[in-house]
């Protein structure tokens, strides 16, 4: 392929994305988890030109979440900024620090005081998913866009099969429509770029020569996760049989199906003591949960 038909592909895949599974509908106000790192970038900007383009509807809005985390964050947000402003694009920043009462770097130095200590991945994405949620909802969102692609899609899936998180990939079904009860509490979230694998992301970002912050999470090769092992993994097997990604992509999507319908049959849920969101079954949230273990330690200290 040349360039341009490189650049066309990749948009007309975001476009069929959206159309193939109804993720978008002219009366939708789109609010855009913006980081500042290629994909979320490269989310907002085709979903620009969609709205101009095809549906000539509201502009969406860029939902930017400081998780805190010093010398990386604060740069790609620079850079998230910076499009906004090109693009004359409504933004608005919300810190952990604010909202969940510490930063990602105050929860990390609990490292070494806690015996309940996480990995920084597991704290970050419960707090980044519910302030996206909450914020998203404020702003008057019927839709919260995320940046996953191709190969998160695939890294996550194989990670929770090595797991046996059976449940886990059933409610990370992303085709689902919530129960009523669900809907009240939960933006829909869709997923455009999930059919581009995360290298053609990054090709076409530096072939439309968009600015974005290159590098990524500190935490991502310092804490001893498997996610990076299992990511080496799919890259190296993708070199012999390119389809890989696209096998784990469309496997997750039919047994997560499966797994959602036969578990939410039935289903009833909790609601957190503290906050009131549903918690399975469980007396607080994850959210509240992980914000009273920090308290606790911090009290003991
Ligand atoms: Fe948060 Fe960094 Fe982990 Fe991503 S890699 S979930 S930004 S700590």
Redesign the pocket.
Known sequence: MCNDCFINSVEKIVNKTISKYNMLDPSDSIVVGLSGGKDSLALLYNLLLIQRETYNSKKPIALIIN?G?EGYRDESIKVAIEFCKKEDIEYHIVSFEDEFGYS?NEIINQKDISKDYLY??NY??TI?RRLLNDHAKKLGGSKLALGHNLTDFAETFLMNILYKRIELIGNQYPLKEEPKILRTFFIKKIFPLMRIPEDEIQLYMNLKEIKYYPK??P??DSDPILRKRVLQFIQDTKKMSPEIEFNLLSSFLDLSELIYHKNNKHSSYELCQKCGYPSGTKKFCRYCGLQNQLKTNKLMN
Do not use: V
């Open positions: 998780e985390i990602l920084a991945c970050c994405s980044r990524h999470c935490y991502r």
